[in-house]
Structures are given as structure tokens and as C-alpha cells.
């Protein structure tokens, strides 16, 4: 039990240390902000299965055709990439016992697991023992009244869990180092692994898409007080790298996303849910309109094929936002999309702690959405019928917030916002939408409701989370109750006539919209619920419209109330 000191090479100390999993030295910063960055970041990649197995490939494999050193063709690469997923999944859901191959082995001699974006959270040298001195990594051994017995390991669980999460994340690196290993001819079941290639191989799968291995001492603190901070370095710098190495390569596989992209807007670039989406959405995901004579729910939906961060903001969101700039003759749609590029790109997150209180105070999330929509700012969260939550909120907040008088919607935010989409996955296994049943029939179950799948489909069918004409109702009707009152600007002491009928068609169509959601979160059945949601956007539309006309009239919506008020009547008679 002596400890003993030894000098060694400082390249070597670097290398050892390097190993080690980092950790804020300050105990209490680590455990207020370090953990919850942590537990955060395997919430969001490591251990909720719709990111590592739909959203992360989907970004993964159009990362690889730009990035890719090799000059194999975009065909053979797709199929390369295909195989390796398939016996990837093989030997990550049976623990290694099936499907396991030469270039799997070879991954995880040469440490490459560490190059994905739980690197640096694992301990990798704590795993790499555990599988060498246990037969599964998920099972131990105990002694229990002097008999040893195979027990089951908790964080061995959860270690299985999460390497069955990120096999698509090892694929696309494994298929660079096929691709590369075929053009220089190296075969790793038949050759031997010298420096030079095991370098390259290396260097290839790493860089390849984001490297998170590639920082330095200050930047392991910084990411572990900012969550993905470093990918905001690194994915980008991928790109730089592989546009140096070969320029025309790079350009052309990012023109031909731009063909299919702009193809794409060709389609639906006169829809309306297209054009009242604003360009966060729009920037974040490619979409795919289905009719409702091909979706199982009967309906209309919106299938969202999440983009690659930089790549296809450069070469798919630009020529879009531009085009859409030049067809709706609005240049508002290409000052978004920069807007939209460079906080996706450059402008790291908050640390979850400050961000959680921040939004929870009314700052907007990235997709300009506060948790309390202003539709329902009014409402008292301490009267059940006027909780604030809609019916895609779990059936657990919705359950806690009759319980304690909070709002659902705050508690699935904080679900999410403490253990990423993982968490909220979990809650949603109890349900989702309004408590018990209304007429005899439970909340109908829609695309996005799938599990892990479901994430490919927009729960709003062909609509928007955001639609521009309400944000601009809100928008204006804040402005106006600021600024058109007495005594609000200098040197007025009352509003114009045309100022107060403005303010009030404002007021009229927020009131509305209120009532609307109130029975739209109640209604059960999906499709009456896109109605609702295409009525809240029309009487939106048409109250901007009012305001904006050289003869403003509080009459144009008198149709609109004369519906509204129906519908509210009709559920009060329900209630």
C-alpha cells in the first residue's frame, strides 16, 4: 500500500491523463453544473433512442459524403455506410455475442469509441476492464451467505443501453476507415496494423464528422459548464478541413444537396404551411409532405428529416431561405436564416442551470418559443380547467400540475431540460393530452406518437409550432398596448380613434385565440384538433390584416367571435 512516484515522459503524462474522465475540480460547481451538463447531454444523445437512431444518422450520412476521404462514389459510400449500420445494430443489441467483425475490433483497439460525443463522460478504462474480467459487461459476480452468484450490474445496464444507442455514431466512422482501408489496400483481417496506416485510419474516422477528442485543457472545463460547446468548434473545423483536401469534391456533393433541396421548395413553396413557418423551422429540417391517402392516421402530415448542422444550413437552408426571400418578396426570410445559421453554429448554450431559469422566467427557446405560449399567459394555473398545457403535454405533468397547482407545461420543461429528450420520453409512456376520456374516447393516437420513429413526423400535421401570422398578432398587439395608450409616448396624452379600433382588433383576436386553445388541448381527436389550430392561424391572418388597412374595422372579425363563441359554448355544455 506505499505509494510510489515516477518521473515520465511529458507526452506520455499527457496521454495518461488524457484517459482519465475530467471532472470540474471545484466539487460543488461539478455537482451543480458539471452533473446536470452531464446527465443533460446523455439525455439529449446517449441515452434517448430517437436521436442516436433516427436523428443522429440522418445528419451522420450527409456529414460523410462531404468529409469523406475517399474517392468512392456517393453510391458505394450509402452502401458501405448501410451494411456497416446493419451489423452494427447486430452486435451492439447482442452485447457483442452476434455480429461482431474485424473493423468493430479494430474501432476499439485504436480508442475511436472516445471520438464519439459521450467520449468524454465514459470511462472508457473502467469498461475496457469490466469486459476483460467479466463475461458481459452488464453482469457481475456477488457473494451472497458464501455462495457466489451472476448478478445484474446497474451501471453495466446502462453502460449496454447506451453502446446500443451510439452504434450509428461508430458506422459512420467504421465506414471512412473501410473506404480509406480499400484504397490503400489494407485489409485487417489478413494484414498487420502498422503505425503509418493506424495513423491514418485513425485521423480518418475522427475527422471524418465532429471530433470530440480534438481540445485542449480549457476547452474539457468549458465543456463541462457549456453542453456541446466543442461540437460547435469542431463541426465546422470537419468541414474546413475536407473542403482544404479536396475543394471540387466538397462543393459538388453540396451542390447536388442544393439540387435536391431546391426541388423540394419547388413542390411547396405556394403552401401555406410553408409559408406562415418561420425560418428556425424551416432551417432546422428538410420536409416531405404526405397526403392523408398514404399516412396510416388518415391525415395530412409533415415528415421532418432533421439537417446536418453546417453542411446543409450552407448548401440546402441558404438557396431556400434566398429563393423564399425572392418568391414572397420578403427579405426578412434571409436575415433569419443568418440568424439562424449563426446561433446554431457559433453561439454555444447557457449552462442547464442558468438556461432552465432563464426560460422559466420567459426567455424564448432556439426555435423562439416560450414555454408559456401567450395565448395562454392569462389563464391561472391554480384553476384545473385553466392549466396551462396542451394536448401534447405527458399525462404525468398534467396529473402533477392538478396536484400542485403548477403549470404542465413548465414541469415537462423542466423534465426535459434536467435529463434531455430522454427524459420526456419516459414521461410520455404514461400518455399524453387530457386527463381521463371525453365521450367515451381516449386522445387519438397520431404519426408522432411512434415510438423512436415518431420523431420523423411534426405533431401539428402541416402546420408550424410557431405559425408566423400569430407570432405577429402577439407581436403587434404588444406593440400597440405599449405604445397607442395615453401618456405611452411623449408629448400624446390619448390614442388617435384609429389607434384605440387597431388595439382593440388586437385584443378582440388574442381573446380569441385564448378561448380556441382552451378547447383545442380539450379535443380528443386530431383532426378536429388541426382545425382548431387552422382557425387560431386564420383569425390571426385576418386581424394583421385589419390592423395594416387604411380603414381599420373591429367588424372583420365579428365572424370569427360569432365562431368562437359557439365553440366555447359547446364546451362549456360538455363540461
Known amino acids: 500500500g506505499k505509494r510510489r512516484w515516477y518521473e515520465v515522459n511529458r507526452d506520455a503524462y499527457d496521454s495518461l491523463v488524457g484517459m482519465d474522465t475530467y471532472r470540474i475540480p471545484n466539487k460543488f460547481i461539478d455537482f451543480t453544473v458539471g452533473s446536470t451538463n452531464r446527465v443533460f447531454k446523455l439525455g439529449t444523445t446517449g441515452y434517448r433512442a430517437s436521436f442516436s437512431m433516427v436523428t443522429n444518422p440522418s445528419r451522420d450520412i450527409r456529414t460523410l459524403m462531404l468529409n469523406t476521404q475517399s474517392t468512392a462514389s456517393v453510391p458505394v459510400i450509402a452502401g458501405v455506410w448501410v451494411n456497416t449500420l446493419r451489423q452494427g445494430f447486430i452486435e451492439s443489441l447482442s452485447g457483442g455475442k452476434f455480429g461482431n467483425t474485424a473493423w468493430g475490433d479494430l474501432y476499439r483497439r485504436m480508442g475511436l469509441e472516445m471520438s464519439g460525443p459521450l467520449g468524454e463522460d465514459t470511462d472508457h478504462t473502467r469498461l475496457a476492464a469490466k469486459k476483460l474480467f467479466d463475461r458481459k459487461a452488464y453482469l457481475t459476480t456477488k457473494t451472497y451467505f458464501g455462495k457466489r452468484l451472476i448478478t445484474v450490474d446497474g451501471a453495466g445496464v446502462l453502460d449496454y443501453i447506451r453502446h446500443l444507442f451510439q452504434y450509428a455514431e461508430s458506422a459512420t466512422r467504421i465506414t471512412e476507415m473501410k473506404l480509406l482501408a480499400r484504397e490503400i489496400g489494407y485489409n485487417p483481417e489478413t494484414d498487420a496494423l502498422t503505425p ?102 388518415g391525415l395530412d402530415e409533415l415528415m421532418r428529416i432533421p439537417r446536418a448542422f453546417e453542411a446543409d444550413g450552407l448548401f440546402s437552408a441558404l438557396p431556400m431561405a434566398m429563393l423564399d426571400a425572392w418568391y414572397q418578396d420578403d427579405p426578412g426570410e434571409a436575415l433569419a436564416w443568418a ?85 420526456g420520453d419516459i414521461s410520455a409512456l404514461f400518455g399524453r393530452g387530457p386527463l381521463g376520456e371525453k365521450d367515451g374516447e381516449k386522445r387519438q393516437f397520431q404519426m408522432s406518437d411512434i415510438p423512436v420513429l415518431g420523431t420523423l413526423f411534426s405533431s401539428v400535421g402541416q402546420s408550424s409550432y410557431a405559425p408566423k401570422p400569430i407570432t405577429e398578432l402577439y407581436d403587434r398587439a404588444e406593440y400597440a398596448a405599449a405604445n397607442f395608450t395615453a401618456g405611452k409616448r411623449p408629448g400624446q396624452t390619448a390614442e388617435t380613434e384609429g389607434e384605440r379600433t387597431q388595439r382593440l382588433i388586437l385584443s378582440d383576436a388574442t381573446s380569441m385565440l385564448t378561448l380556441v386553445s382552451q378547447v383545442e388541448r380539450l379535443e380528443m381527436n386530431t383532426g378536429e384538433r388541426r382545425k382548431l389550430r387552422e382557425i387560431k392561424i386564420r383569425i390571426a391572418e385576418d386581424a394583421v390584416a385589419s390592423f395594416n388597412s387604411d380603414v381599420p374595422s373591429r367588424e372583420g372579425l365579428s365572424e370569427w367571435q360569432e365562431q368562437v363563441n359557439v365553440l366555447a359554448e359547446e364546451e362549456e355544455e360538455e363540461d
Open 196 to 297: 503509418e496506416i493506424a495513423q491514418q485510419l485513425t485521423l480518418a474516422a475522427k475527422r471524418v464528422t465532429t471530433d470530440f477528442t480534438a481540445m485542449g485543457e480549457v476547452m474539457r472545463g468549458v465543456n463541462q459548464v457549456l453542453p456541446f460547446s466543442n461540437a460547435m468548434i469542431q463541426g465546422p473545423r470537419a468541414h474546413v478541413r475536407a473542403f482544404q483536401k479536396n475543394k471540387t469534391k466538397f462543393m459538388l456533393r453540396g451542390l447536388q444537396v442544393t439540387a435536391a433541396s431546391i426541388g423540394g421548395w419547388m413542390t411547396y413553396k405556394d403552401e401555406p404551411w410553408w409559408k406562415r413557418m418561420p425560418q428556425k423551422e424551416k432551417y432546422a429540417y428538410h420536409y416531405i409532405p404526405l397526403s392523408a391517402k398514404f399516412t396510416p392516421s
Open 339 to 423: 440568424e439562424a445559421f449563426i446561433e446554431g453554429t457559433f453561439i454555444p448554450s447557457l449552462p442547464v442551470v442558468a438556461s432552465f431559469a432563464l426560460e422559466q422566467a420567459g426567455m424564448e427557446t432556439y426555435f423562439g418559443r416560450t414555454i408559456i405560449p401567450r395565448s395562454e399567459e392569462s389563464l391561472n394555473p391554480k384553476d384545473f380547467r385553466h392549466l396551462q398545457y396542451s394536448a401534447h403535454n405527458t399525462r404525468l405533468s398534467i396529473e402533477l400540475g392538478e396536484i400542485f397547482s403548477i403549470a404542465p407545461r413548465r414541469i415537462d420543461h423542466s423534465i426535459k431540460k434536467f435529463s434531455g429528450g430522454a427524459g
